[in-house]
């Protein structure tokens, strides 16, 4: 909500109920079936295998994946996710860490929150659109920016026939390979009390 500003109110309400603030004490839940999740580029496995032990991709690829979101406040005005990918042999789970900084998003992967990337937000029908607009590697106070190597998009709105749902659309695509990464689907989202 504070990286768009003045735009936030032009998003579907059940988006704003998604990105706006969670009260204290509170977290945000939800829960559906991607279609599609995963790379279907072989040669980037042994990366992929690495980056889902550090929680941040994964080297499967299947359809009609459960799928589970966990979204907590900190008192510093970020949010911090875990989303949950159940595959036939295997669970696999990617987390990050979304703040603001002089007014654009930053999102850091893994479980040590060792990837940065900036996003630019836009609201297209509604719905919110978020693009990449760099990366870098961080541990510590180290910071090392990343060539242009893939752009990540997102595009999430309002399911058209359910108002109860919400469909979401991430992709990874670098300029030799195209589209290696991406998972869509369906799912519905509540806040709901800790204690």
């Known amino acids: 909500q504070r990286a768009l500003g003045a735009e936030f109110h032009l998003l579907d309400p059940n988006l704003q109920k ?7 004490g509170w977290v945000g839940s939800g829960s559906g079936l991607y279609a599609v999740a995963g790379s279907r580029h072989r040669v980037l496995r042994p990366v992929l295998a ?10 499967e ?10 979204n907590r406040p ?14 036939a042999r295997r669970t696999r789970v990617m987390e990050d860490t979304m703040t603001v900084v002089n007014g654009e998003l930053q999102d850091r992967l893994g479980k040590r929150r060792g990837l940065e990337v900036g996003l630019q937000l836009a609201v297209v029908s509604g719905g919110l659109r978020m693009t990449s607009t760099g990366l870098a590697l961080r541990a510590g106070r180290l910071r090392i920016p990343l060539p242009p190597v893939a ?6 709105r309002t399911n058209p026939t359910d108002p109860t749902r919400q469909d979401v659309d991430v992709r990874i695509s670098t300029p030799f390979l ?18």
């Not at 998604?18 to 204290?24: D, L, N, V």
């Open 178 to 195: 195209h589209e290696v990464f991406r998972y869509a689907g369906t799912f519905t989202y509540q806040l709901h009390a800790t204690g």
């Open 74 to 87: 900190s008192t510093d005005g970020s949010l911090s996710a875990v989303r949950t990918f159940d595959f």
């Open 151 to 156: 752009t990540l998009t997102l595009s999430e």
């Open 18 to 24: 998604y990105f706006g603030p969670i009260p204290h």
């Open 50 to 59: 690495l980056m889902a032990w550090r929680h941040i991709l994964f080297p």
């Open 61 to 70: 690829l299947e359809q009609n994946v459960p799928f589970a979101i966990t």
